[in-house]
C-alpha cells in the first residue's frame, strides 16, 4: 500500500515536470514515505532523514519530508526529532504533498536568485488532518519501461481493532473508492499493456461495506471484482489482503465463476491460539480461519496460500506458539511472514503485562521459520518438471540479464529471454529447477517466444 501511494505522490511531481531520483545526493526535495507497523521501521526513517540532513551543507533548498503512517501518528513532534525537516504529510493529504514541497521549494530557490540570505524558520508545514474522499486521490500511476502488473487503491482505513495495530490511527475509517473510479482506472491500465492488476485495502473484503448495498447476495467486493474481471486486457486479479471477517460464500464462489482471479490469496493468520486471537481482539475462532482455508481449496484445488504471523505476543505461551506451528503445518502454507511482535505506542497490546523478552520472541521466530521454509521449500522443489502459466513482468531484480515472472499461485519464475519483446506475455514454462523460493524454467516454444 505504501508503494503505491508513493507512486501516486511521484506522478504528481512527474506530471508537474520534476524528474524522479533515486539519488538522494542529486534531489532538491527528498521524500520518505512512512510505515508504523513496526517500532523499527519508524527508528530506520528517523535516522535515515537525521542523516539526509547533511545534503544542506551544499544544497541549502533542499526540502525534506515525511509522509505516511509515521508522520500521521507522530505529526509535529518530528519536527523537534529531525531539526531539518520542513513538512510532514499525514496518510489522507498525500494528493497535497507536491503543492507544499513545491511551495517551499519555489520559495527557497527564488530568495538564493535574489541574492536573499536564506532563512528557513517558519516555513515548515505539518498536515494531518482527516480529508473526506481522500480515498479517491489514489488513482494515477507512473508510466514505466515494463508494465505488466499494477497495484490499484480501492479503499483506505480500517474498522477492526486488532490491539497491536496502529493502522485504524493511522489510516482511519473504512473508506471505499466508487466502482466505477476503480474499473475506469484498471480499463486505463489494461490500455497502457498492463495484465494484471493486485486489488489492495487495509481489509480488501470488506471493500464498501459501509457504504455500497450488497446486491442479489453479492458483497461489495465481488461486485468489484466482477466489474474489474470483465474488463478487456486484464488477464489476471490479485487482491490483498482479506480478513477471516466477512470472508463469506460469495467470496469463495467467485474462485468458481471468475477464471481470472488467481490461484492465490495472502490471508494473515496471526496466530493458530484462539485465546492469542482474542488477545489480538482479532474476533473470530482459529478453526473459521482453517475452515475457510479448506473451502477455499476445495473452490480452487490448485490455490496456494500464503500468510502473516505474529510471534511472541504478550501472554503467548509455548502451548499457544504451538498450537500456531501445527495449524500452519496443517494448512501447509506456501509461504509465511513471520514476525516478532513489536510493541506499538497507543495500542492496548503494548501495555499489556506479560511481555516476552526479545529472546524468546527471537527463539519462536526461528522455530517457525524453520517449520515455514521447510513447507515453501518442499512446495516449490514438487514443482521442478512441471509446465506453469508465468505472466513475464520484465528484467529480474536481482539479474537484469534475466527475466521474471510469477506464476498464477505467486512464484516467482526466472526465465532467459527478451525484456522488450515478453514483457506483459503469459508463457508456458518448463520448471527445470528450484532454489528454495525462486524457480527457474524454460519457455515452451511457441510464435511468440520464437518470433
Ligand atoms: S485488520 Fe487489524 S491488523 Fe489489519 S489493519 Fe485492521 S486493525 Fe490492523
Avoid at 260 to 272: A, T
Avoid at 321 to 350: G, H, M
Wanted: net charge negative; charged share 30%; proline share 4%.
Amino acid at each position: 500500500m505504501n508503494v503505491r501511494d508513493s507512486e501516486q505522490v511521484a506522478q504528481t511531481f512527474t506530471e508537474a515536470g520534476y524528474t524522479l531520483t533515486q539519488d538522494e545526493f542529486e534531489a532538491d526535495a527528498i521524500l520518505v514515505n512512512t510505515c508504523s507497523v513496526r517500532d523499527q521501521a519508524e527508528q530506520k526513517a528517523i535516522g535515515k532523514m537525521g542523516h539526509m540532513g547533511s545534503h544542506r551543507q551544499k544544497k541549502p533548498h533542499v526540502v525534506y519530508g515525511f509522509m505516511g503512517c509515521m508522520a500521521q501518528s507522530r505529526g509535529p513532534e518530528l519536527f523537534k526529532k529531525v531539526p531539518h525537516l520542513d513538512v510532514v504529510v499525514g496518510t489522507q493529504k498525500y494528493h497535497k504533498v507536491f503543492e507544499y514541497v513545491d511551495k517551499i521549494l519555489k520559495n527557497r530557490l527564488e530568495r538564493r536568485m535574489d541574492e536573499l540570505k536564506l532563512s528557513m524558520s517558519g516555513e515548515s508545514i505539518c498536515d494531518v488532518e482527516e480529508e473526506k474522499g481522500s480515498q479517491n486521490t489514489i488513482k494515477d500511476h507512473l508510466p514505466k519501461d515494463y508494465q505488466a502488473t499494477a497495484f490499484v487503491s480501492i479503499m483506505q482505513g480500517c474498522n477492526m481493532n486488532c490491539s497491536y495495530c496502529i493502522v485504524p490511527d493511522t489510516r482511519g475509517k473504512e473508506r471505499g473508492r466508487p466502482i466505477p473510479d476503480i474499473v475506469k482506472e484498471v480499463e486505463q491500465l489494461a490500455a497502457k499493456g498492463v495484465k494484471e492488476v493486485t486489488l489492495l485495502g487495509q481489509i480488501v473484503n470488506l471493500y464498501g461495506r459501509t457504504e455500497f448495498d450488497r446486491i442479489e447476495g453479492k458483497s461489495p467486493f465481488v461486485q468489484l471484482l466482477e466489474a474489474v474481471h470483465a474488463i478487456e486486457g486484464i488477464k489476471r486479479i490479485r487482491f490483498t489482503s482479506p480478513h477471516p471477517i466477512g470472508y463469506r460464500q460469495d467470496l469463495i464462489d467467485a474462485f468458481c465463476y471468475l477464471p481470472k482471479l488467481v490461484s492465490h490469496i495472502h490471508f494473515p493468520m496471526q496466530s493458530g491460539s484462539d485465546r492469542i486471537l482474542k488477545l489480538m481482539r482479532r474476533p473470530y475462532k482459529n478453526q473459521k480461519f482453517i475452515d475457510i482455508c479448506k473451502a477455499m481449496k476445495e473452490a480452487r484445488p490448485d490455490l496456494a496460500i500464503t500468510t502473516d504471523i505474529i510471534v511472541g505476543f504478550p501472554g503467548e505461551t509455548e502451548e499457544d506458539f504451538e498450537q500456531t506451528v501445527q495449524c500452519v503445518k496443517e494448512l501447509e502454507f506456501d509461504n509465511c511472514f513471520v514476525f516478532r511482535y513489536s510493541q506499538r505506542i497507543n495500542t492496548p497490546a503494548a501495555e499489556m503485562e506479560e511481555q516476552l523478552p526479545e529472546q524468546v520472541k527471537e527463539e519462536r521466530n526461528q522455530r517457525l521459520l524453520e517449520v515455514v521454509n521447510e513447507l515453501a521449500q518442499r512446495k516449490n522443489h514438487a514443482l521442478v518438471g512441471s509446465t506453469q502459466e508465468v505472466l513475464i513482468e520484465g528484467p529480474s531484480k536481482s539479474n537484469k540479464e534475466t527475466l521474471s515472472g510469477r506464476t498464477p499461485q505467486n512464484k516467482i519464475v526466472i526465465i532467459e529471454g527478451d525484456a522488450e519483446r515478453m514483457t506483459g506475455q503469459i508463457l508456458r514454462v518448463k520448471i527445470e529447477s528450484s532454489t528454495g523460493f525462486t524457480l527457474y524454467g524454460i519457455p515452451e516454444l511457441t510464435e511468440e517466444t520464437t518470433a
